[in-house]
T-cell receptor, first 116, second 109 residues
Framework: GAGVSQSPRYKVAKRGQDVALRCDPISGHVSLFWYQQALGQGPEFLTYFQNEAQLDKSGLPSDRFFAERPEGSVSTLKIQRTQQEDSAVYLC??????????????FGSGTQLSVL | AQRVTQPEKLLSVFKGAPVELKCNYSYSGSPELFWYVQYSRQRLQLLLRHISRESIKGFTADLNKGETSFHLKKPFAQEEDSAMYYCALSRYNTDKLIFGTGTRLQVFP
């Protein structure tokens, strides 16, 4: 594969709608991160998986946000009852390392979510 | 709380001029510091890490623990350096990154 793949590239949702954002990491990568980047801001950590285990979800802003990686490869970030403040670019990143992930961390192009 | 501050939203220079993008951090432990770059229509990618102490594309950054800074420097800017630059911190033994708000570097011909 060419790298970390995210879909859809753009998503427009009506307020209150549920959305699902997909991340295909580089094959064989152990670690997977989700970040949220609001307009004019830097990326902010949401959650981290090592294989299928969600080891850190401290950055999820509310219980409307849920992430899974059931088979240790593809991950889905789900947002229920979207609000306007959820509008952002959602970035996925993967690493072949289980530790020291920042030595080799590869970002996807992101999904731009707009909530109307 | 950990924080990364990039005071400049935009830095404009002419080709050949020196560049310094400022980054200050707040963390009581021993952090790992990074610079990430995003060129137009490209993905966020790692530029350099303080641990590796290397120069990438002519850029260097020195961790100054006394001033809690990790400024990015290049002696002679090139047009292709125009991009968005993010400073980031990772706490020891944990791996999530804490990013600053970014500085857009514009290099004019």
């Amino acid at each position: 594969g060419a790298g970390v793949s995210q879909s859809p590239r753009y998503k427009v949702a009506k307020r209150g709608q549920d959305v699902a954002l997909r991340c295909d990491p580089i094959s064989g990568h152990v670690s997977l991160f989700w970040y949220q980047q609001a307009l004019g801001q830097g990326p902010e950590f949401l959650t981290y998986f090592q294989n299928e285990a969600q080891l850190d979800k401290s950055g999820l802003p509310s219980d409307r946000f849920f992430a899974e990686r059931p088979e240790g490869s593809v991950s889905t970030l789900k947002i229920q009852r979207t609000q306007q403040e959820d509008s952002a670019v959602y970035l996925c990143a993967s690493s072949p390392n289980g530790r020291a992930t920042n030595e080799k961390l590869f970002f996807g192009s992101g999904t731009q979510l707009s909530v109307l | 709380a950990q924080r990364v501050t990039q005071p400049e939203k935009l830095l404009s220079v002419f080709k050949g001029a020196p560049v310094e993008l400022k980054c200050n951090y707040s963390y009581s432990g021993s952090p790992e510091l990074f610079w990430y770059v995003q060129y137009s229509r490209q993905r966020l990618q790692l530029l350099l890490r303080h641990i590796s102490r290397e120069s990438i594309k002519g850029f260097t950054a020195d961790l100054n623990k006394g001033e809690t800074s990790f400024h990015l420097k290049k002696p002679f800017a090139q047009e292709e350096d125009s991009a968005m630059y993010y400073c980031a911190l990772s706490r020891y033994n944990t791996d999530k990154l804490i990013f600053g708000t970014g500085t857009r570097l514009q290099v004019f011909p």
